[in-house]
Each structure stands twice: as structure tokens, then as C-alpha cells.
């Protein structure tokens, strides 16, 4: 994401921003992130993304890392992300992808639902775990990319790239303890880079980058 970051032109001014950072690690790598969070405590700022507390065109990049899927109106956030931004600015995310193993993993051995046939970008936030579907990044970049190209004419989609599976399963994902040895690491990057093709089998996540563009 900080790679995406990078790619803005040179000499476009605007702060990054982390959305959802919680005790996340991002600031440690670059400290000029501001991280931020809908509660106190955690990060730099209280910011709830569908009222971005920045001016027009003053972000070079938001970066968010399984949060897509929890904010309840993704609709109004993309319009936010696309006012603050620089032209030539990115959204980079990281997201649950979809994929045969994906469907099995978090669709029926996690508390967060996923739903692919939601014909709604919003989400019920009196359901458990506020309503997240961690299908929506699908729903909305893929599934309903017409709808949001034709809704957002300045967000281009620039890719959406599926992350290694393998070492995110052995290593125990993000909340639980890693028991893989460091001298096995070098196999399991090697056997994620051999299955790079099983992406709609084994993809867990991806990254998608999208920009703004300058309006026609």
C-alpha cells in the first residue's frame, strides 16, 4: 500500500492516511502516515470515513486494510476518498478476495458474513458484527463495476492483484499466534509463488488500488 502511495506524481503535496489502523503496524514503517480510527486511543485521529476531516484535494493516499468490508456505507466513503484526494491520488486496500477456498473459509468458519447476492452497497449495522460483509469488495469493484464507474467517473480501478494464501493460513492469519519456524519461511514464499495461477481456487485476499483521475 505504501508502494501505491509512492506512485502518486511527483509533486503532489497531501498526507497519506490510514482508515481503520487500529494497533496496526503501518506508522512504524512510514511515520508521516496519519492512522486513524472510529475510537480513541489507537491511532492519531478519530475519523469515521464517511466524513473525512480534510479539505478538497489534500491527501495523496488512504490506505485501509480489512476495513472496506465494515464500513456501512461504502458509497458515501468512496464519494469522501474522492473529494480529499489529489488528483492522481490512491485508494489502496487490502480485502477478503473471492475464491473457491475463501467462499469455504470465511463464509462458513467466520463471525463475519459473506454474501455475495447483497444487492445493496450498504450494510445492516444492527446485525452482528455491524452488518460487515466481506464480500462487498467483490460486489463493488467486481461484480458491480459498472455501477461504480458509472457512479464514481473519477475513481479508476487500477488493479485488483491476489495477495500469497499459504503463508497468511500457516502463519496463523492476523489475530492468532505464528507457529511456522523463520527457516521454512524461504518454502512457503516459494510454494505461494508457484500457485500464483490458483488465485480463483486459493486467493484469501487481494489488493486493489484504484486512482483519481483529473474530471473530463
Known amino acids: 500500500m505504501l ?3 509512492a506512485t502518486v506524481p511527483i509533486g503532489s503535496d497531501g498526507a497519506i492516511l490510514e482508515i481503520g489502523s487500529g494497533s496496526g503496524y503501518v506508522k512504524t514503517v512510514d ?4 492512522t486513524s480510527d472510529i475510537v480513541e486511543g489507537h491511532s492519531d485521529m ?3 470515513a464517511h466524513s473525512l476531516p480534510f479539505g478538497d484535494a489534500s491527501l495523496r493516499a488512504i490506505l485501509l486494510t ?6 456501512p456505507d461504502v458509497s458515501q466513503f468512496l464519494e469522501e476518498a474522492d473529494r480529499v484526494l489529489v488528483p492522481g491520488g490512491v485508494i489502496s486496500m487490502i480485502d477478503v478476495a473471492r475464491s473457491t477456498l475463501a467462499k469455504i473459509l470465511f463464509g462458513k ?3 463475519e458474513a459473506y454474501d455475495e447476492s447483497a444487492r445493496q452497497w450498504k450494510l ?3 446485525q452482528p458484527q455491524g452488518g460487515a460483509n466481506q464480500a462487498l469488495s467483490w460486489i463493488v469493484f467486481t461484480r458491480d463495476r459498472a455501477v461504480f464507474e458509472q457512479r464514481f467517473p473519477t475513481l479508476r480501478i487500477e488493479s485488483i492483484e491476489p495477495l500469497p494464501w499459504l503463508a497468511y ?3 496463523g492469519g492476523v489475530t492468532r499466534r505464528n507457529f511456522v519456524p523463520n527457516r521454512i519461511a524461504p518454502l512457503i514464499a516459494a510454494v505461494d509463488g508457484a500457485t500464483q495461477g490458483w488465485a480463483r481456487l486459493c486467493a484469501l485476499h487481494w489488493h486493489i488500488r484504484i486512482r483519481k483521475i483529473a474530471a473530463t
Open 169 to 171: 493460513l500457516v502463519s
Open 124 to 126: 445492516d449495522t444492527s
Open 109 to 111: 468458519f467466520h463471525p
Open 3 to 5: 508502494g501505491d502511495a
Open 66 to 71: 480489512h476495513v472496506f468490508h465494515h464500513i
Open 46 to 48: 478519530v475519523v469515521d
Open 31 to 34: 511515520a508521516s502516515v496519519i
